[in-house]
């Protein structure tokens, strides 16, 4: 009988601000955005399972854009759904749209790219306190710049990858790393096929050492080749990491 | 004795994100600006007196730009003092400078002009919950810029004045008053010599029943008129408000 069941499939488009929250994925005692999301669903969709997030962001990292899909056996108004989201979810959690979309599409595996940001405050400014990362140390730019060349490519980023995680392999392949200034506000955006966990803040915190000329463009490259953990930068702080993009 | 002592005046120029003050002012059992800011002021510097802000911002009102006097009894390096209170000040606070100001200098009275922002996101955005009012109705701008040339001019403001203050009059001369849309987000800027109590977030409301047209041109030009508080529309969450600049 459960093999006749029809099943519908749908895509919910969404951004939170990561804050409060610690992370994407439910876990025990603490408050996290799949659990929000979940039992606001719950109470006005009979849901197919659990509903599948497009990655796991950590403990206070942003989503602009993030990608969801969940199931159920018959079909929902997508509108009268979003609006109803909209109103029953906290303030830092939005719906944008939801779409009905193919049973082969998955959140996660089919998300073809991802893009991320991270953002730097130069001065102290109390309105970015949530959303970037106040480092008042003066950066050279044009060298981040020149660093940034090297990740283009595909390559073995250990070096830049919390260590014990559960992917096979540390491969990924990056489309774009670029800086760009606006003010005193610094953005740091880089696109890959996939990222390894802590990776955008571990390349990040590296390339400041490298913007502070505290390590040079060789030593960048080396430190890229020495697939150790070991040798790269800190990672820094989750509130200026958002993830601003998903291509499927 | 005490009137040969030396005074010397100091002007701190700052801004703070009002989201978690009780105002600019002291008050007892609650946190405000002036008080975080006196506390670390006399942590370095001897005071001579209270400092004085350039006007009360309410509960959970921002400022983008704010100045504060004060006065002590000897020369202060200026640059050092507002690195330490830029240190030892939470991160929603924070000093662009100290002056050395005459001793007639007074960050209230001798203000000249002071401009507000009031800002509306008309999407539900997670990343403006403190700095915007979500206001998903429609508006007509246009409408809204034409009552708003009804406001330029020296008037009684009594009908968008919080009844019982300790002001001797409500005569205000306002010099410019505008809406710009920028996308989603609705930014209302007013320029005057002097606010009344809650005045910006009563216009800005009144202003809102405008643009949904339940009040015509006509009906806002009386109600000005009327130099009666309950004839003005609601006053609207301080989230939105903004002291963005004061001239002297």
Redesign the interface.
Known sequence: MQNNTPLFRYRIHL???GTRFFGWQIQPHQISVQECLTQALEKIVKLSGAIVGAGRTDTGV?A?SFYVHFDCEYEIDTQTITNKL?RMLP????IFSITAVALDFHARFSAKKRKYRYTITQ?????L???AY?FPFPLNIEVMNEACKLLIGTHDFTSFSKLHTDVTNNICTIYSAQWQKNGDVLEFYIEANRFLRNMVRAITGTLLDVGQEKIDIQEFQEIIAAKNRQRAGQSIPACGLSLIDIEY
Chains 1, 2 share one sequence.
């Not at 001065?123 to 309105?127: A, G």
């Open positions: 951004a939170y601000n942003h602009h909209n303030a830092d959690i939005v001065t102290k400014n109390p309105f306190q949530e959303t106040f």
